[in-house]
């Protein structure tokens, strides 16, 4: 049980733990769905032509990275709104990822990964450790590094960061980056979880991460709290399907379901 929860929670974990990031420095990220949607459609394309599953993760991550860079570099020379830019990566996404695999493959639908290439169930487990390993590496670097401080800073007091000649920009910029990698990883896991491309193989994580930054008080420890109550949801809703008489797509919406609920009851903390 434990192992299913870590394997269906690494996903959305890695795209939260980099939401949270760009939110300390107060350029919260809207583009984690998209991200996670094109580095897996990228990850799919590069392992079937280069047959090399390290050097596929490492193009589909600098793939997905780089017009995020592009993205943060222009917000930050033109001042313009991020979220407006956020929404416009996932669209971007959305359209290059059908015209890609309808040239390259001929289809908009499923796009299967070389059978070579067929991960054992019991790899799943490798791919969600490491990916919880990779968090927990990250969180415990970010809290002890100047670096992280400077980005924590930069959201709550980047007027101090100016004055003692610190670039918030740069800041920022790095903070979106952080976003864009673990949004990355986390469409790689998906791919390699289900040996293909599917369109819209995020199924709303990106926009998940978004909330558990919130619902987890914008700090690491109830991000986490937030993302394991989202996959146990997730995880009760599959194991439910064909057991009771209620319609599976129902089941499988329970995350959001409560999501709703949660933010209805849960006091949002303004006067």
């Known amino acids: ?29 809207i583009f984690p769905e998209g991200a996670i949607n094109l580095s897996a459609f990228l990850f799919v ?15 589909s991550v600098c793939c997905s990275c780089l017009p995020v860079f592009l993205l943060a570099l222009y917000a930050e020379k033109r001042r313009a709104d991020i979220f407006l830019l956020g929404l416009a990566f996932n669209l ?8 890609l695999s309808s040239f390259l493959f001929g289809t908009n639908g499923v796009v299967e990964m070389p059978a070579a290439f067929e991960m054992p169930a019991s790899l799943g487990a490798v791919y ?8 927990v590496v990250f969180i415990v670097l970010f809290e002890k590094s100047a670096l992280g401080l400077k980005i924590k800073f930069a959201g709550s007091g980047a007027d101090a960061l100016r004055i003692n000649g610190i670039s918030v920009s740069k800041l920022r ?29 995020s199924s709303g994580k990106g926009w998940l991460a978004l909330v558990a930054v919130f ?43 409560v999501v709703l609920v949660m933010f209805v009851i849960i006091p949002s903390g303004r006067k």
């Open 173 to 201: 910029i790095c903070s979106w980056l952080f976003a864009a990698f673990f949004s990355s990883a986390a469409g790689v896991i998906m791919a390699l979880r289900l040996q293909a491309f599917v369109p819209n193989i």
């Open 45 to 59: 394309v590069f392992i079937t032509y280069t047959k090399n599953a390290f050097l596929a993760f490492f193009l």
């Open 215 to 257: 619902l987890g008080k914008k700090n690491f420890a109830g991000v986490i709290a937030a993302v394991l109550l989202f996959s146990a949801l997730e995880l009760a809703g599959i194991s439910l399907q064909g057991l009771l008489g209620i319609s599976p797509t129902v089941l499988l919406s329970l995350p959001y379901i």
């Open 1 to 29: 049980m434990l192992w299913n929860l870590m394997r269906v929670s690494a996903p959305l974990l890695l795209a939260s733990i980099g939401a949270l990031v760009s939110e300390y420095a107060g350029a919260m990220a």
């Open 92 to 99: 971007f996404s959305a359209g290059i990822t059908s015209i």
């Open 128 to 135: 969600a450790a490491s990916a919880w390993l990779l968090a």
